[in-house]
C-alpha cells in the first residue's frame, strides 16, 4: 500500500515559478515511477512528466519539456516537480501517483494523491 500528499500549490503570476512536492509513504518497492498529472476544470487528466525512483531518469510531456523538472530525493523520500515559465495554460490540480515502472500512461499508477491547486494569474 502506498500513501501520497502533495503539497506546495498555490497561486503565481504568469512567467513565474513554483516547486510543488509529493511525499509517498508505504511499501518502497512500489515506487518504480513517480508521475506527475494535472487535470483543469472540465478536461482530462493530462501525463506532466515522471521520475524513476531508482536511477532518476525521467520523461516529460512536450508542453512541458524545457520548463518544468522532476527531481527526487530518496533519503527525504520526497519528489518535486519544479515549474518555470508557468503560463494560464499550467493552471489545474496537480497530482502524483506511483506506477511499477516508469510510464506515461495513467492507467498503469495505481496509487494517487489527492492533489495540489496550481493557479496562474495573468
Known amino acids: 500500500q502506498v500513501q501520497l500528499a502533495e503539497s506546495g500549490g498555490g497561486l503565481v503570476q504568469a512567467g513565474g515559478s513554483l516547486r510543488i512536492s509529493c511525499a509517498p509513504s508505504?511499501?518502497?518497492?512500489?515506487?518504480?515511477?513517480i508521475g506527475w498529472f494535472r487535470q483543469a476544470p472540465g478536461e482530462e487528466r493530462e501525463f506532466v512528466g515522471a521520475?524513476?525512483?531508482?536511477?532518476?531518469?525521467?520523461i516529460y510531456a512536450d508542453s512541458v519539456k524545457g520548463r518544468f523538472t522532476i527531481s527526487r530525493d530518496n533519503a527525504k523520500n520526497m519528489v518535486y516537480l519544479q515549474m518555470n515559465s508557468l503560463t494560464p495554460a499550467d493552471a489545474a490540480v496537480y497530482y502524483c501517483?506511483?506506477?511499477?515502472?516508469?510510464?506515461?500512461?495513467?492507467?498503469?499508477?495505481?496509487?494517487w494523491g489527492q492533489g495540489t491547486q496550481v493557479t496562474v494569474s495573468s
Open positions: 501517483a506511483v506506477s511499477g515502472i516508469l510510464t506515461v500512461q495513467s492507467s498503469t499508477y495505481n496509487y
Open positions: 508505504g511499501r518502497r518497492l512500489s515506487y518504480g515511477g
Open positions: 521520475i524513476a525512483w531508482n536511477g532518476g531518469k525521467t
